[in-house]
């Protein structure tokens, strides 16, 4: 007899978990399935930066999404520390957005007039961050931008879904489903289960799952390369941000840099490019690096649809399937919304109308938001 | 327009390359897809010790079926060192399998009587590896089970087939097959492939593929543990084994020893316990190991079938389908011998009789050999 | 013209730094002297088991400036952390002495009857860590013998010592030592210093300069080889020790096990048979940990003196040199106190008596404590 | 009483073993003391590049010993293969110079003219190696610089040393030298040897003992950073080299890549700027470096003199102290040079007049060579 769960998630990204942890803290009897081990791939690639701002930059419904989401983590790290005792080492500080030219500086104006955005002369930032480049023109502030170690945040979402009665399933890669009956039958190589509800959350790899289940829809990665430093000799309270590259300094002195971006790249490992070319703009954010030491470098693979919007919501055709994939570089931000949102799906809750709009997986276009 | 092959492999691991090199040397049109890069997994955790006697023991189909698999290995290894540059470390030397007890002697005692194996009293084995243990009552000598290194016999298998004309593609997952038309389709997540015959070749995961292609033939996993320690004291020229553990001494210095037998663990992690136990099984045959600085250590999952025997030839009901899959310890020393049977089945040539039906996938259960 | 100090102190162990703190924040003018880096050798490979009871078992002098030492440990890292922002992880749970044996629960019997130590029986033992190996007959429970972590003990006393105005220097081997003028000269490869005081602490090398500075007194290495594993399975709150051995569990997850004792080895690097033996150990105190996955392994020498008694004092002759060194196993341990201690004694200050005999420089045998 | 050698070697490193290795095969009772492992530091750093013509670009005393050094490669590498049975990895295929300006162009006119060297045009230089940059003007080719893998020469000298009888003590700092009676005393940290004559070959680190014994010679750090990838994809048979940087290919696919020149820096870590610096370079050169995996990096210090000549030859106050130190970038090179002069020396026999006053010790300044 095939073991029998409420809700059944393919997928231990920080996506899966999120969403495993807000499903089993609902006391739904959810299982999820994991190919390799969670936590890897992009979710530990990340460097968890939760840029609402910095990356997103306009207002709009996407911005909203993103805004709800970081502002849930600080009780959302403290509710699964208590469960799990895991930290998910929140840092506060912020983000300094730094403008090297008029352009920059214009291009940051809309994000400039938010009440959650102050903009910092050269000199008002070099007195609060005094080893940045002196050739910036000055810098938007956002304190709001905070950041998280995305490993541990995995760790204490599965930690935790799991004390909460989580089914988690590691090496155990799903090779067929099954819709035909009412009950959805769920392989893998060597078992069978069946759940009144699955979730597709495999982040890239979630295009096998939606051609499987009937849907055109095609995930693509963008390729990041990162390294980290170790930084014993200066002072750096901020994440430095230019032009879609970071600098996030860690409670231990590491400092985590990244990343390219290549799009069509499969290939998870970085390459003498890509790292040389992170080290020249980390070099250009914070001259100081140079003098530091290397620890490590990686590479992963962000998930990205056609229209850069991720799909969090109903199978069209199939209300007992849902989809939580394509998150591109916000995974790591929009984990906390995406699991709380799926889950109130899953239980059949109201949700906000604007966010299932923007996010549906339909047939046409969505209107790009 | 899909890509169309001859021949497309699913599957880059020793059994999958070997084939692939095989039909590009027949000038036969292939693609070979896999997951993740080639070579890895269980065919890089692999000793590379070629123990047609050492792990076979009596004679029959597959003894035969080894030894001649094995007897190909010097000249293949000329032949892909001329064209790839890439040199496999054949290494001669021999094994010498241990016994500690009368019932060591009394169940090497078939072996013995092969013209390849020659019983050693204590005193000639030791006088042949003055360090072995001294516990010791004697040891089958076996001049021609030699060793490779896999990681370079894999590297180069590939680079030759690429050069004889085969597309090898990598972090390219197969996500649909469809046999519905008279060439076969194959669907990455992004791209899709057409091929006349299909090579199913994908180790213990190739259950998943038998399944997609309507048999039920099982996979199960046998997970080995290994490590390898530095030897800058004793000298050591062949092979040591005893009860499925082995330390084989590879040219650089390094002494590669393993391995656990863990039947049903998906996880490519080795564990304390198991680390733990190939120690001290080592130190029972080498006692000087424990002086030896730890070089590093790993896992790897041997595909194991239900009767032990692999499944190399055609589907019973589609005979564009392939298998090549369960080598279970034994896929370095089956490789030459299975991609060179799997080529003369796409190009309809004969093959040993007794081999394809020991061999064969059927309905029922296969004699056991 | 030579950089003139206060005092400087050859060796950027625990101990070094831990005085080179304790200097500075008494304004004196430090500079410490690393030939590598600080914080490294036998400092990074302890695991931070604060076992003041453990490792000491009776009382008596030596015991009494343990627990001053262990003591000093929460409102160090309060005040290092204000100054470096770094955090010691100073974490509680105290040790439980596993006793398997009779004679394990007699030689434990002075150590029982103080107040800070508590007898447990096997059942209240199993109910505290139900994971613990049912062999035991009972455990003392030591709730004082807390633990940090080393590496981060070391960069938070050089990190203050260096804000608070010591000079570090790494990468600088001192060469020669000149003690003939009234200040003290020193000289590294490239460069002359002078000082008025000079503190030896450069752990089991620091034979050498008692040798060149007139005294015949050796430090003999003592290799302790360790290993960690991930722990992601079982609670435990405790770290466990039984004979020199001990499982420390971290924060996050990870359970530091060592050590073996080794006199005589200055090899740096563990053996398999070192590294087999401690996991044996391992498992006989917590059986689970044969399912965990290891992390890494190390080894460390410890600076063992003549007598088994550090060396914290003056010159029996010269009243400008003074030495921290040969704590054997217990250099976290003694650090804080050991620090404080020199500082009194550079600054003329008066010290507990009992401590300034027990660990003086003598010319003779000292009455062994 | 102590241990009696007729020579006595300080220093692990090429040139120490090298001496070992010559001066065992004429029956010399040798015996070398290293402070870590053999083979270490600048060592391992190497490239192995045996570039006489490439780094020393002019005729001289200087070249004309690189090149006697040069060509006792093949000869060497065979001898202790045989007698050690470790491979050199010598590897032929030549260094290609290349030029990207008319001034470096005129700066290798002078070599261009010697036999050894021949200018190749764009495309002839293009057509040898059709990876190289298009930027290029044209190379000088010069076949007989050649490559081993310095850790295996290393390696290889110091079995074959050992096999020849001498004795060699792994982390056995030497902590003091008393030249008083007629054999010297050599003491360590527990143990006193004697020897009738001494050789000082611990690179940048042997200034401490050119102080020791009398002599104010100072050694300087020259710090280079280097890092390795993993080529598939290009063809690339010769090492190309372009003002101290250089790509040298490996037999199993590895390129090495080095190096920056950082003087007076001891710290044996790269930074993240001189990596960024050295795979800029190497994409000016082989733009295909950009699309490859990085294997690792590393640093290594190159001893330097005053005058940038190596000091090889006798203490000028006390004949029975020789030194071999101080060979830069070249100690791969001038290994088995300097370690036959060293030998012929301490045997009494006669060596090139020439070259012993060019690496004299001497009190005045040498002529620069």
New interface residues.
Partial sequence: MATHYDAAIIGGGIIGLSTAYHLAKKNVKVALFESGKVGKKASQAAAGMLGAHAELEKPGVFFDFARASQSRYPTLAEEVKEISG??MNLKTGGILKLAYSKEDIESGNQMNRLDSVVWKSKEEALAMEPSISESILGASFIEDDIQVEPTKVC?AFA?SARLLGADIY????I??IDTDSAAITI?S??ETFSADQLIVASG??S??FF??LGLEK???PVKGEC?S?WN?DIALERTLYHEHCYIVPR?N?RLVIGATMKPGD????????G??AV??K??SMLPA??????DT?WAGLRPETEDSTPYIGKHPNDNRILFAAGHYRNGILLAPATGSMISDLVLGKKVNQEWEDAFAIKDKERQVI
């Fill in positions: 895991i930290d760790k930690k590691e090496y155990t890669p090779t067929a392989k190589q060597n890239v790899w295009g096998h051609q499987q095609k995930l693509y390294l430093v014993e409670k002195g499969w290939d998870e490992e970085p390459t003498l490019g790292i040389g080290m020249k980390a070099a690096v140079t003098r530091m030491k290397i470098f």
